[in-house]
């Protein structure tokens, strides 16, 4: 009877132990987004590697804008491949608590950090996104890695390393993983696919990666300049 009672004993204590070492989620979600929100707008110098099926491309050199994490635009004179996913829809997912519902789902280390699993999903079905899951280092109170499944590019997913901008949760590296077949590829670049592989050859994901370096935060940017082509 004893040792049953020490058993139970065990198991709430465990039980409570797991339940209350998770944030809730909304709040986690809030605490990022606050973090974020301390750059209301910045500029920071980007490198762009793409690797995709049938698209030759070099290193891109760029300069990218962002306003109140709602608007971004590249400052370049070539054509980039860039996902929008990996740098304005997850911050939607982060303060919309009207259209979304936040769900813990469990802890998962990630290259030795201990995160957050948080699933995001939508009230209704009547917008582009599906589903989205948010990997969080508490800690930190920044985003580790995102995967987000919308109706018009399929699932993209997103790595996120953090280093000399930490304190405003912007990352010095990103790399997306996105599905080939719903990932929309510029037109202009319709010239440098190349068309020669076979099936066996063809690969259903690509690689995106992008090196920020040189982060001027709090700048003035008019709006008028996100309206424009150069």
Same mark, same amino acid.
């Given at each position: 009877?004893?040792?049953?009672?020490?058993h139970?004993?065990?198991?709430?204590?465990?039980?409570?132990?797991? /339940?209350?070492?998770? #944030?809730n &989620?909304?709040?986690?979600?809030?605490?990022? !987004?606050?973090?974020?929100?301390?750059?209301?707008?910045?500029?920071?110098?980007?490198?762009?590697?793409?690797d995709? %099926?049938?698209?030759?491309? #070099? %290193?891109?050199?760029?300069?990218?804008?962002?306003?109140?994490?709602?608007?971004?635009?590249?400052? @370049?004179?070539?054509?980039?491949?860039? &996902?929008? #996913?990996?740098?304005?829809?997850? !911050?939607?997912?982060?303060t919309? /608590?009207?259209?979304y519902?936040?769900l813990?789902?469990?802890?998962?280390i990630?290259?030795?950090?201990? +995160?957050?699993?948080?699933?995001?999903?939508p009230n209704?079905?009547?917008?582009?996104?599906?589903?989205?899951k948010?990997?969080?280092?508490?800690?930190? #109170?920044?985003?580790?890695?995102? $995967?987000? +499944?919308?109706k018009?590019?399929?699932t993209?997913?997103?790595e996120?390393q953090y280093?000399? $901008?930490?304190?405003y949760?912007? %990352?010095?590296k990103?790399e997306?993983?996105?599905?080939?077949?719903?990932?929309?590829? &510029?037109k202009?670049? /319709?010239?440098?696919?190349?068309?020669s592989?076979?099936?066996? @050859? $063809?690969?259903?994901?690509?690689?995106? $990666?992008v090196?920020?370096?040189?982060?001027?935060?709090?700048?003035n940017?008019?709006?008028?300049?996100?309206? /424009?082509d150069?």
């Amino acid at each position: 009877m004893h040792l049953h009672l020490t058993h139970r004993m065990i198991f709430i204590v465990l039980f409570y132990s797991l /339940s209350f070492s998770a #944030q809730n &989620p909304r709040v986690l979600l809030h605490h990022v !987004n606050a973090k974020l929100s301390k750059s209301k707008t910045y500029s920071v110098d980007v490198e762009i590697k793409v690797d995709l %099926p049938y698209i030759t491309l #070099q %290193p891109i050199q760029s300069k990218l804008y962002v306003k109140d994490h709602k608007r971004f635009k590249l400052d @370049t004179k070539r054509i980039a491949v860039l &996902p929008k #996913q990996g740098f304005l829809q997850f !911050n939607t997912l982060l303060t919309d /608590s009207i259209h979304y519902t936040a769900l813990f789902q469990a802890f998962e280390i990630i290259k030795s950090v201990k +995160t957050e699993v948080i699933n995001v999903i939508p009230n209704s079905d009547t917008g582009d996104v599906i589903l989205a899951k948010l990997w969080i280092d508490a800690i930190n #109170q920044v985003v580790v890695k995102t $995967q987000i +499944t919308t109706k018009s590019s399929g699932t993209v997913k997103t790595e996120y390393q953090y280093g000399s $901008q930490t304190a405003y949760g912007l %990352p010095d590296k990103i790399e997306f993983l996105v599905d080939v077949k719903k990932f929309k590829i &510029p037109k202009a670049l /319709s010239a440098d696919i190349n068309t020669s592989g076979t099936a066996k @050859t $063809q690969k259903k994901t690509g690689v995106i $990666q992008v090196l920020l370096k040189n982060y001027a935060i709090n700048i003035n940017v008019n709006d008028s300049f996100f309206n /424009s082509d150069k």
